[in-house]
């Protein structure tokens, strides 16, 4: 996999300030554990760049995943021999990376002749990597290429110095849009393509419902399958009032026979009229069960003037004992007659 390099992208350049002593190493620390930052401030607004042992493990893989050796070059001139037209030779190559507790060292690096040389002659000191890190939180997500410099930008380390180089940071995703996602400033793209997923299923199910109120609208009603509700109100209150009058007359029906036959008394109407109005099933069945009262289907002289004590007349009261009680009106007359 070859590698294309563009200073305008390059996240940021350190150089170690790990001194070559005059021989050139087969391994070398790239890049220290913990925090560090440079003295001109770099990176600007964060507290330093930071290589963790989890941050350290991730630029491993990717190492790992690449098929080309990294580039240790002079003086970083490979970023920079499109503009000045200088001709950028390799100082050294290496593959492996490995993390230690006080940073990333790469080994097995293969120098050349020429940067043997140069080392020996104490022409070059200083290790100088180019890494790629988070702008949101600093964190090195890896290592792009190194090189052999004399300008160690931070005094008084023992382990790290930043480059000279003023190159432009990462680009990473738009905070703001991370807050419309919900996600937080440090998410990896994993985490925006599931929001972005997550967002664009939801808007299909509105696209979805929208659709068919469109649908809806659009559909002209059906004026056999729809009446107005104006009409509707004043065709239930008719069927109510029909209701009502038919309830009325078939409890009429029920009730007159029953006072001519006696089984309901005068003074029984009103109940029988209230009954029936609630429940005429269960007035019916009242009035098949009521015992008629032959007093009332005719006179009990046969049309003669009564005699003697059978002159007493019953009354309402009377006959609605005799109703309640099963009492047939002519013994109670006579009992009442003997009063």
């Not at 941050?55 to 970083?76: E, G, P, R």
């Not at 939801?202 to 729809?226: H, M, N, W």
């Not at 001519?260 to 069960?289: C, F, M, N, T, V």
Request: proline share 5%; glycine share 6%.
């Amino acid at each position: 996999m070859k590698r294309k390099f563009n200073h305008k992208n390059i996240i940021g350049v350190a150089s170690c300030l790990f001194e070559l002593n005059g021989h050139a190493p087969t391994e070398i620390k790239v890049l220290p554990s913990g925090r560090f930052k440079a003295k001109d401030g770099r990176p600007h607004g964060l507290a330093g760049w930071n290589l963790s042992e989890q941050s350290a493990k991730t630029v491993i893989a990717s190492a790992n995943a690449q098929q080309d050796k990294f580039l240790i070059d002079y003086d970083h001139q490979t970023l920079y021999t499109k503009e000045n037209g200088q001709p950028a030779p390799a100082a050294a190559w290496f593959k492996a990376l490995e993390w230690r507790k006080d940073g990333l060292y790469a080994l097995g690096v293969e120098w050349t002749e020429s940067a043997k040389t140069a080392i020996s002659a104490n022409e070059y000191r200083y290790i100088s990597p180019v890494l790629s890190y988070n702008k949101q939180t600093g964190e090195v997500t890896g290592l792009l290429m190194a090189a052999l410099v004399n300008y160690p930008a931070i005094d008084g380390l023992t382990d790290l110095a930043a480059a000279k180089f003023n190159l432009t940071p990462e680009e990473s995703m738009n905070p703001e849009l991370l807050k419309l996602l919900g996600l937080a400033v440090d998410a990896d793209d994993a985490a925006v393509l599931s929001a972005i997923t997550a967002l664009k299923s939801g808007s299909e199910q509105v696209a979805a419902l929208s659709a068919q109120i469109s649908t809806l609208k659009a559909q002209a009603p059906d004026p056999a399958k729809f009446v107005p509700i104006d009409a509707m109100s004043a065709l239930q209150t008719q069927v109510a009032a029909l209701s009502a009058q038919l309830n009325a007359d078939s409890v009429g029906k029920l009730i007159e026979p029953a006072l001519a036959d006696g089984r309901l008394l005068p003074a029984q109407k009103e109940w029988a009229e209230s009954l029936g109005k609630s429940d005429i099933a269960a007035l019916s069945a009242y009035l098949d069960s009521a015992q008629p009262i032959a007093a009332l289907k005719g006179t009990q002289t046969g049309g003669k003037a009564p005699e003697g004590d059978a002159a007493v007349a019953l009354n309402d009261d009377d006959l609605a004992i005799c109703s309640a009680m099963g009492i047939d009106p002519e013994e109670y007359k006579k009992t009442k007659g003997a009063e």
